[in-house]
Every structure is written in structure tokens, then in C-alpha cells.
């Protein structure tokens, strides 16, 4: 069975670090492109961070300097360090994988929440 799986989330100050992971069963994380998106309530869902086959990262420019995405393909695991952490990072976190070569293929985490707050 294929499956994502988000940990890490909880309850953090503004200025705070926590990293978010999500580790996949069932599928290869070395074959597929992984990204990070959030969903705040009254929000579209947002893409935050992806890493690409060929470790090329990208940001959303709110996070860029503050955040950090990089993958760990032998444990099938990709995080997502954050710093400096504001408010506006309040979101439910979700890891998504996309196979490079076949896009349809594609599978998603059920969340893990980030509350920054004081």
C-alpha cells in the first residue's frame, strides 16, 4: 500500500524552528519530485517549498531564507526545516510526491498542523 506520512508539527513560537517530515511506504521517494504545501483556514492551498529528482529546490518567496526542504531518498523521508517561524505560517502542512516521469502518479499526506503563536 502507498502511503505519505506527516509528523512533526505542534506548537511553536514566533521566531521558533521546527522541522516537518513525511516518509513514504509502498513507493520510492528517489523517482518522484516532493513538495510541501499548507492550507490555513479561509485559504487556497499553498505550495511552500519542492525538491526535485535532481535535489533542484525551490520556495515560495514568504519562506525564502526561513525554510529548507531537503530529502533523505534511502529512508524515503523529506522534510521541512523551519525557521524564524511568523504567524502567518500557521497552516495544516502536506507532503505531496510526484513521479517525474509518469506526473499522474502522484500521492498525498493527510497533514500535520503548525500553530506559531505565543
Known amino acids: 500500500q502507498e502511503r505519505l506520512v506527516e509528523s512533526g508539527g505542534g506548537l511553536v513560537q514566533p521566531g521558533g524552528s521546527l522541522r516537518l517530515s513525511c516518509r513514504a511506504s509502498?513507493?520510492?521517494?528517489?523517482?518522484?519530485?516532493l513538495f510541501w504545501y499548507r492550507r490555513s483556514p479561509g485559504k487556497q492551498r499553498e505550495l511552500v517549498a519542492s525538491?526535485?529528482?535532481?535535489?533542484?529546490?525551490k520556495y515560495t518567496d514568504s519562506v525564502k531564507g526561513r525554510f529548507h526542504i531537503y530529502r533523505d531518498n534511502p529512508e524515503n523521508t523529506v522534510y521541512l526545516q523551519m525557521n524564524g517561524v511568523k504567524p502567518e505560517d500557521t497552516a495544516d502542512y502536506f507532503c505531496?510526491?510526484?513521479?517525474?516521469?509518469?506526473?499522474?502518479?502522484?500521492?498525498w499526506g493527510q497533514g500535520t498542523q503548525v500553530t506559531v503563536a505565543l
Open positions: 505531496h510526491a510526484q513521479m517525474r516521469i509518469s506526473p499522474d502518479v502522484a500521492y
Open positions: 509502498g513507493i520510492s521517494f528517489e523517482i518522484y519530485n
Open positions: 525538491i526535485t529528482v535532481d535535489h533542484v529546490t
